[in-house]
């Protein structure tokens, strides 16, 4: 059984959120999870969207806010460094009627960081600080933040900021268990995640390598409240049901089930991108949850949706049956590389 856990009115149950991810936790994307892990995602939340874009009011950086109603509770994240564009940004969010509004402290981007957003707001905590007390004092809608476990191994400062974030009135805190130094390499450091936990009131999400039922039940320990889900939904956008059902791989080699899941995300994609922009964006979702079927690799290499989803078709009417022995190729490489 996975833990719930609240933020002031916001029941946030099971206590399994989809972690935001830039150019994947689209308003499609998010749908589609929610609408095959059935009360399994406790949390959607928005990919980062800029403060400056935001409040310069560029189109393509409001539209990343939309959401659907059924994708309550959802949460959008902003990022930026210039206190009072992040208190002005904030305040969108509350406008367009979100639940609640993240602060990113955990983005590495070379871009992001050179201009004082992500990551290095953990090497400026009273610049941090000042944000937190001005966008807390701007809105009304629940405050949280999601961070590193610190810049490099030598500033590891994350319960710090957490303490500080804490007393400024954040009232959720997920933190990745990884510098900024580390990138996504080595895996993340949970017994941080349980200490910053130990140390605060608040509810404490933990974010790194949640990948299925077994990893969740060993993360999820002590006074840690939920989990944050990232690229396993990408390789597995079932996750969520599998952990609180306790089934597993249940898309393993199950191409019906996938063909379904790819068309249902192109109608999705085609409500909110031009049909140009959702080829990228099926392939990002195809090439990482269709390994081990032998249409992958000529699905990968087609640039039209037009073109993909004659193809897709053609798979489901059985034009493309692959050979048992070819299919034993594809997953031993397939395995392999995953390995690797
Ligand atoms: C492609 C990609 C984009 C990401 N974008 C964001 C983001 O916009 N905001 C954020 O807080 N974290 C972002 N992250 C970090 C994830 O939310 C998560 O903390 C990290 O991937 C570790 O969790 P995982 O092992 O479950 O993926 C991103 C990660 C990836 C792989």
Redesign the pocket.
């Known amino acids: 059984m996975i833990k719930s856990y609240s933020v002031r009115h916001i029941n946030v149950s099971p206590g399994l959120v989809l972690?935001?991810?830039?150019?994947?936790?689209t308003r499609p994307f998010r749908r589609l999870i929610k609408e095959y892990n059935p009360g399994a995602v406790g949390l959607l939340v928005s990919?980062?969207v800029s403060v400056e874009g935001m409040t310069r009011g560029s189109r393509r950086t409001l539209e990343m806010m939309r959401f659907s109603e059924e994708e309550r509770p959802y949460c959008v994240?902003i990022?930026g460094y210039d206190v009072d564009r992040m208190r002005d940004a904030a305040l969108m969010v509350q406008d367009i009627g979100a639940d609640m509004v993240d602060i990113?402290c955990?983005?590495p981007a070379p871009k992001v960081v050179k201009r004082g957003g992500g990551c290095e707001l953990m090497r400026q905590p009273d610049h941090l600080r000042q944000i937190i007390r001005e966008v807390r004092r701007a809105v009304s809608i629940p405050l949280t933040l999601?961070i590193r476990a610190g810049w490099d191994e030598s500033s590891r400062n994350a319960i710090d900021v957490a303490k500080m974030a804490e007393s400024e009135g954040i009232e959720a805190l997920?933190i990745?268990g990884?510098t900024r130094a580390q990138l996504?390499r080595g895996l993340?450091d949970w017994s941080l995640v349980k200490e910053v936990a130990e140390h605060l009131s608040i509810p404490v999400l933990g974010?790194?390598?949640?990948?299925d039922g077994a990893t969740a039940e060993e993360r999820l320990q002590g006074k840690v409240a939920g989990l944050?889900?990232?690229?396993?939904s990408i390789w597995n956008p079932l996750v969520f049901r599998e952990i609180v059902s306790g089934e597993r791989d249940t898309l393993r080699n199950n191409h019906a089930k996938m063909l379904e899941m790819l068309f249902r995300y192109v109608d999705l994609l085609r409500e909110d991108f031009h049909d140009s922009s959702c080829a990228g964006k099926l392939k990002q979702l195809a090439s990482q949850m269709c390994r081990g079927a032998i249409w992958r690799k000529p699905l990968l290499t087609l640039n039209t949706l037009a073109e993909q989803i004659d193809l897709l078709r053609r798979v489901r009417d059985g034009a493309f049956l692959p050979s048992q022995e070819s299919l034993e190729q594809e997953r031993e490489a397939t395995d392999e590389g995953i390995a690797a």
Do not use: L
Not at 207 to 211: F, Q
């Open positions: 972690s935001p991810m830039s150019g994947v936790t990919e980062f994240q990022f990113n955990g983005c999601k997920a990745h990884r996504y993340a974010s790194g390598d949640v990948i944050f889900i990232g690229r396993a």
